[in-house]
Each structure stands twice: as C-alpha cells, then as structure tokens.
C-alpha cells in the first residue's frame, strides 16, 4: 500500500527485497480473507496467519514514509507539508474511491449484505466503533483508515520537531508510544473485552476494541519509523545490522512463528498485549532483512513479486468483492466453493481486475501528479 520510489541504482536494487515483502504481505492478506469464502480445507489452517500481512505493510509504510522525513529533520530542513500530502493524496485516493463507489452502486459487488455510512469511508474513521458482526462489508478497508491518519500526522509531527529541534530525541517519543499502546491495549481488554470472554460477542468486542482502532495498532508504523530513524541517526548501528541479513531473515521467522502459537489462545489477554509488538518486531527485522546486501531477499530479482508488489495495493482494495463475485457466478455452471478450480478462478479474477483498476486509475494518477509536482518545481 505503499509507493515505493525508485530514485536511484542502489535504490532500485534495494527494493527488491522491499517488492518481496509486499508480495508477501497481499498474498497473506488475500487467503486470510479467503476464509470468509468457501475454500478448500488446508486455507483455513494456512490463511488463519494471514492477518500480519497487515502489519507487515504498516512496518513498510512506516520505514518508508519515514525515511524521507527523518531526512528533513537531519537536514533541519523545511517540511513540505503540502507537497507531501498531494502525493499520497494521488497515490491512494482515486482508486480508493473508485472502489467505495462501486461497493455503494453495485450491490452484487458486496461481500455480505450492510455497508457502513458513506461518511465513514470519506473521512477514513471506519475502524472506530467497527461492527464486523452486522456491517463486514468493505470491512478491510480498516487498515487503510489507519494508514492515511498516519499520513496526515506525521508530517505535522516532524514539522514540530524540526521547530524544538528535537533530532534524536524524537526516539523518546517513539517509545512513550510504544508504552501507551500495551497499557491502552491492557486497560481496554480488562474493561471492555475480559468480561465477555467464552461468550458469542467476544471476538466482536474484541476486534472492536481492540483489533481495528487506530490507537491499539501503531506497533507496526511506530517499528517502520524507529527503523528509519536508527538508519539515518545511528549509521554505525544500520552499518552492523545491514551485514546479518540472513540471520535476521531466520530470527524473523523464529519470531513470528512463535506469534502464530500466541494466536491460538484468543482468548488471553497475551494476545492482546504481545502479539502486535512481536509481530511488528519479527516484520521489522524482515524489512531490515530485505534491504540489507548479504540478504538472499535483497539479491534475488524476481519479475512475479514485483508484478504482484505494483499490483499489491488495487488487489487489496477489490480482492473480497471479487471473491465474492467470482464464487457466485462460477457456483452456477456446478463448480464447487470449496474446490481448487474455484481457488484458481478467484486469484485469477482477483489479479485482472487488479490489473485493470491499476492501469486505469492508478498509474494514470501517479503520473499525472509526478507531471504537476515537475511542473511546480520548474516553476519554482
């Protein structure tokens, strides 16, 4: 869900392993939601992780966004803030609206039957106070809220420290941060999930209180940003951690796994407090993975994950309508919900029409702003 800017040779060879995380994270997205559907047996064991591919791109979002600040704040540069909110303003908006337009105009389009307010997907609150139990449809689109108040904030937040000059001292805000998310995350399972534990509404009090919202979720964007902060403010520590790219891609992994386990108590509160900072640790020290030079991620190229990376952001934002659509139809000519071929219709529909709403929309957007951003420059 991020633009990833290639400015540069080293750069361009960098992202590679940027690309790979991003394939991974749709892919992890698009068969955890597959289990809405009727899918074969093995999805349902394999897709119940695929929730962290959200974080996954919050740790990217964060990194990436992130640097581009922290080099204004070294610089003690002057933040554009304007600027920055017309690119992501172009990057996500138009084919963000395109798809609530046809989730609110097609209703064959929906998931399940109730749709939100419209008021809520224009003003990117949709994951406070969210009820999946009566109003799923679009539902994904959470993460997206979450994302774009993080745009909206940082800018500000780093206009604010350059003004102290605050420097390396911002890493003090980054921790206060990280501390308020577990007592937040604490305080609001024992008063508002705990009590209805083993009861019918509890894994929908549970993603209301404490899944969807804004404040309980920023260990993901709050790990991207600390990322970027140590590679641009302590270079003798980016130095050593560039040079185990391999070792982190296996503790990575070892960590994550463990998180998998934490997932099968739901009901505890360790779910709550651990498995969003363990999880968004395990993803940073991936990113750091993929971008580091001795790294098996940052030296393979491979044209599929950066096909499926460029389309990652359209596949998110139509892969449960197309579904959807897909299942209902094909159902008609015998071919079961829960077969492969049913599988493999639906990755394809989902791709086409990724494919589809990228080249019209998304790639005409991206460059007519890359054209209005030269334009203002050259006038300048």
């Known amino acids: 869900m991020t633009d990833l800017k290639q400015s540069d040779k080293t750069t361009t060879t960098r992202l590679h ?37 959200v974080d996954l791109f919050f740790v990217l979002s964060g990194y990436l966004i992130a640097s581009q600040l922290f080099e204004t704040i070294a610089e003690n ?24 337009a046809i989730y609110f105009l097609v209703p064959a389009f929906r998931e399940t039957e109730a749709l939100p307010p419209l008021w809520k997907f224009l003003t990117f609150t949709q994951n406070f106070g969210i009820d999946v139990k009566h109003y799923a449809t679009f539902s994904h689109a959470w993460s997206l809220c979450i994302e774009e108040q993080f745009y909206f904030l940082l800018p500000i937040i780093t206009a604010i420290l350059i003004y102290f000059k605050a420097g390396k001292k911002s890493f003090v805000l980054l921790i206060g941060l990280f501390i308020l998310g577990f007592l937040l995350r604490g305080y609001i399972w024992i008063k508002f ?13 549970w993603a209301r209180w404490i899944y969807y919202p804004t404040y309980t979720r920023l ?9 970027a902060g140590i590679f641009k403010f302590y270079p003798n ?7 185990q790219g391999n070792i982190l891609l296996i503790i990575s992994f070892l960590i994550l796994g463990s998180t998998y386990f934490l997932y099968l108590h739901q009901f505890s509160i360790a779910l709550s407090l651990f498995s969003f900072p363990l999880i968004a640790f395990g993803y ?41 659509v897909t299942q209902q139809q094909f159902v008609k000519f015998g071919i079961g ?15 086409a029409g990724a494919i589809i709403l990228h080249l019209a929309i998304e790639k005409p957007f991206l460059q007519l702003r890359n054209n209005m951003l030269k334009k203002h420059r050259v006038s300048l």
């Open 237 to 243: 520590v980016k130095e050593y951690f560039i040079r």
């Open 193 to 205: 999930v705990s009590p209805f534990v083993f009861t019918d509404n509890y894994f929908a009090l």
């Open 284 to 324: 940073g020290l991936l990113v750091v993975s993929a971008i580091s030079p001795a790294s098996i991620l940052y030296k393979v190229d491979s044209k599929i994950t950066k096909a499926i990376a460029t389309l990652s952001y359209s596949i998110y934002l139509t892969h449960k309508g197309l579904i959807h």
């Open 219 to 227: 260990d993901g964007l709050l790990t991207g940003i600390a990322i």
């Open 77 to 100: 540069k002057k933040v554009f803030i304007g600027e920055f909110y017309f690119k992501r303003l172009m990057r996500t908006i138009p084919a963000y609206l395109v798809v609530v």
């Open 17 to 53: 392993g940027l690309d790979h995380l991003r394939a991974l994270a749709i892919i992890l997205v698009f068969f955890f939601h597959y289990r809405l559907f009727g899918h074969p047996h093995w999805v349902q064991k394999v897709g119940i992780f695929g929730w962290t591919g």
């Open 337 to 351: 919900v829960n077969s492969y071929v049913m599988l493999l219709l639906c990755i394809i529909v989902v791709i």
